[in-house]
């Protein structure tokens, strides 16, 4: 790199980085992808029925319309800020395009389920510009769908198991249909004599039956034997090929196999480290025994608000001891805690966080050994590295700053920079000593045990070797999970909404950024301070590009990921 670009790196403090898009940036690309958004949402709020072809064919002639737009653009003459958003802008338009071609797809499979479809889709279209009804032939028409979705799940009912992807197709057309029936009935109810007067009997009974038929879709989403595991999770596993198109989106340069060669290498690192702090509680190489000493140290009911509050401002003041990164006092301010309902408990036995840290601990209503998970799942020691994971430096300051900089990025989210930012956290604040105990590192490395299993066990199930049974028992004998919380776990990674690499971005994400502070901070070509400042103004990319722009690395229009930002073990 050149003298005079390490000056500048340098030199960029946190308002000139974000003074140096110029006016030029913010009246092409990010103006651009603004309006994308309220264009989009516009039709969001016009097109409201779930998986209705009206809707899917809208939203993909909006993209299209987009990507001609960018096809006109002179590439090479962008800046670099540009060069960035061209290309994630262009990946989430195609992306949207081929979702609604594989949901084009799955929709024409499950057609013939749903023959009266159609019928209230045009329905509900007249509704929208409030056209007048015929009440009593719609009447007619409404007892006919009933009959019609009566025979569907008949039909269905006589299926012992169902692909899982049409199975959730099919809800949501189902759903989406109740949603357009709704939709006519409380427009026209009360203010239409007539039709008020009509649909007394046939609209109660439509929607009843559209819900039974719902009812009737949800148990037969199975897969066969995998299904009957003992753990009753029921995922989806994607596959190989489907990982690697995902990976090659996220722009991450390893296969599933080299990432899980990369999982058990970090292992192999925690694995050693909880050895020495066995040895240093006393307890030689029983590690077990010695987190079971640490489990038990879990404070009283009522009292985990206290703990979290400690362990923040210890976090917070540990942060601007080492000058690590610029802490806004708003942002400072602004957090709170909430508690985590027991429901949501079974899907997240931890923190989650945000402005609002939600904290997990055990409720009067809860079994005697499912408080004990919790709480011993909960101790200080293991929240020592959550805590500033969910609030500073970790997601809440994340989210502070990407609701003020560049915040047309907020589009490209990527769990490689927001777990894998917080991750990165976890990993700093352990290499400069903060963990005061051997206690504490015990608790920090069960979360760092933890973020390596993700890897092992997410990729495993998607890559079809291992059930969510055998994923649960990995988690309590490898890293040392109370079951409950395993289970809660596993449940949370294949069945609670997220993709199929969001549990292995922690470790992934917090690996690419402890590379990239090697390469800039531990040159001395930027403080820890100008290089944590610029990452947050920098909002939400794919970290390969927050290197690409911080070192000034020429772009290509047709780029491709390349950065190996991993050494493996020879």
């Known amino acids: 790199m050149h003298v005079r670009r390490i000056t500048f790196l340098l030199l960029m403090s946190v308002s000139t980085l974000a003074a140096a898009q110029g006016p030029t940036d913010r009246t092409q690309l990010s103006q651009h992808i603004i309006q994308y958004e309220a264009d989009l949402g516009s039709l969001r709020r016009f097109y409201t029925i779930a998986n209705s072809p009206e809707r899917r064919q809208r939203f993909r002639e909006l993209n299209q319309q987009y990507l001609s737009q960018l096809d006109k653009l002179d590439f090479k003459a962008l800046t670099p800020n540009n060069q960035v958003d061209f290309l994630l802008f262009q990946r989430d338009l195609k992306e949207d395009l081929r979702l609604y071609t594989v949901a084009d797809q799955e929709s024409e499979r499950i057609k013939g389920w749903f023959p009266f479809a159609e019928s209230i889709y045009a329905l509900e279209k007249k509704r929208r510009r409030g056209l007048a009804l015929n009440a009593e032939t719609l009447a007619q028409d409404f007892n006919t769908w009933t009959a019609q979705a009566a025979e569907a799940e008949e039909k269905l009912g006589k299926m012992t198991s169902m692909d899982p992807v049409l199975a959730s197709r099919a809800e949501e057309t189902v759903k989406g249909l109740e949603q357009a029936i709704k939709s006519v009935f409380e427009f026209y109810n009360e203010y239409d004599p007539a039709f008020t007067w009509w649909m007394a009997k046939p609209y109660p009974k439509l929607i009843e039956q559209l819900q039974q038929l719902t009812r009737s879709i949800q148990p037969r989403a199975q897969l066969g034997e995998k299904a009957k595991d003992g753990s009753g999770i029921v995922g989806v596993a994607v596959g190989r090929e489907e990982l ?86 708003l942002a400072e301010e602004t957090w709170r805690m909430g508690m985590m309902t027991p429901e949501r408990q079974l899907i997240n036995p931890f923190f989650l966080g945000g402005e609002q840290i939600l904290i997990s601990y055990p409720t009067s209503g809860m079994e005697h050994a499912d408080k004990l998970m919790s709480m011993r799942g909960n101790n200080p020691h293991f929240s020592r590295s959550t805590v500033h994971h969910e609030l500073i430096a970790g997601h809440h300051l994340q989210m502070f700053m990407n609701n003020r900089y560049q915040t047309h990025r907020r589009r490209f989210s990527t769990p490689f920079w927001i777990e894998g930012w917080a991750l990165y956290w976890e990993m700093v604040l352990w290499d400069k000593g903060f963990p005061q105990s051997p206690e504490d590192k015990i608790g920090m490395l069960f979360w760092r045990m933890h973020r390596c299993a993700r890897i092992i066990f997410s990729l495993n199930y998607h890559l079809g070797k291992w059930t969510p049974q055998q994923c649960i028992d990995f988690l309590v004998d490898r890293v040392g999970h109370e079951r409950a919380n395993a289970e809660g776990e596993v449940r949370r990674s294949f069945v609670g909404g997220y993709e199929p690499l969001y549990q292995l971005a922690y470790m992934t994400g917090g690996l690419q950024f402890m590379a990239l502070r090697r390469e800039l901070v531990d040159s001395g070509k930027m403080t820890d301070k100008q290089f944590h400042d610029s990452i947050l103004q920098l909002n939400e990319l794919p970290v390969e590009f927050i290197r690409a722009l911080l070192t000034q690395q020429p772009l290509r229009k047709d780029f491709q990921t390349s950065w190996k930002f991993y050494s493996f073990a020879k």
């Open 244 to 329: 690697m198109r995902q990976l090659k989106m996220e722009y991450i340069p390893y296969t599933p196999e080299e990432l899980l060669t990369i999982a058990n290498q970090e292992f192999a690192w925690c694995d050693r480290e909880l050895l020495k702090a066995s040895r240093e509680m006393g307890f030689g190489n029983d590690w077990r025994a010695a987190q079971e000493k640490v489990k038990n140290s879990y404070v009283p009911a009522g009292k985990q608000p206290e703990l979290i509050l400690r362990l923040y401002q210890e976090s917070v003041d540990f942060l601007k001891q080492h000058n690590l990164i610029t802490i806004p006092p």
